[in-house]
């Protein structure tokens, strides 16, 4: 397969810590993404990579991407209750336009 | 962003019917993806759905069993055919509005079969 995998699949904090979620992928990419989904619903598109770049930041969210070790992290700082979903990572791949998704992080804040 | 609906939100079905999911796109587009998302699990791309051509299906996925239709640029339907408990999941259209990798998802159709 050449899904992506996601740690922790389960993540538990307080409000107002930073979470921090990693992805791990198997081939060549043109580029990474985030999404976020709530509660079973449509997913939100959160910050794209490409695969020349390191690192970008999108308000209150940082991404980095290590593509010789083929993986990515998301990190949410001053996290709030509202940021309590499942995030996914998905890659697509040199020449395809599909997206493979990883398993996905179940992220839960604590008031 | 685009601004994505589908129809229905949600359904209850018996085992060895069919049901057709719409997807409408606010505006034209080339690609349309239809995945799978069955419960507690990630999303799998069932097929690719270009307006004019036949559907591309992913490996596991069958015209058969999930034949799509993509009359024109801003429409597709997905049929889930002959269903069983097993396809109970939720699924969701997506869209490639300007071909630079990033996806917009519709809210998704919540399939429970019986």
């Known amino acids: 397969s050449q899904q992506g995998e996601e740690d922790p699949q389960a993540l538990s904090i307080q409000e107002g810590e930073n979470a921090t979620m990693n992805c791990s992928y198997k081939t060549s990419i043109n580029n990474l993404q985030w999404y976020r989904q709530n509660s079973g619903r449509g997913l939100v598109h959160l910050i794209l990579?490409?695969?020349?770049?390191r690192e970008k930041h999108s308000g209150r969210l940082r991404v980095t991407l290590d593509t010789s070790k083929k993986s990515s992290s998301l990190l949410i700082t001053a996290s709030r209750a509202a940021d309590t979903a499942s995030y996914f990572c998905a890659t697509d791949f040199q020449g395809a336009q599909k997206l493979v998704f990883g398993q996905g992080t179940r992220l839960t804040i604590n008031p | 962003s685009a601004v994505i609906s589908q129809k229905p939100s949600r359904d209850i079905c018996q085992r060895g019917t069919s049901l057709t999911i719409q997807c409408q796109v606010d505006s034209q587009v080339t690609m349309m993806f239809w995945y799978r998302q069955q419960p507690g699990q990630s999303l799998t791309l069932i097929a690719t759905?270009?307006?004019?051509?036949?559907?591309?299906?992913e490996s596991g996925f069958v015209i058969d069993k999930f034949p799509i239709s993509r009359p024109n640029l801003t429409f597709s339907t997905l049929t889930v055919s002959n269903m069983s408990p097993e396809d109970s999941s939720i699924y969701l259209c997506?869209?490639?509005?300007?071909?630079?990798?990033?996806?917009?998802f519709g809210p998704g159709t919540r399939l429970l079969v019986l």
């Open positions: 990579i490409r695969s020349n770049e």
């Open positions: 997506s869209v490639d509005r300007t071909g630079g990798g990033t996806q917009y």
């Open positions: 759905a270009n307006q004019g051509s036949e559907a591309t299906y």
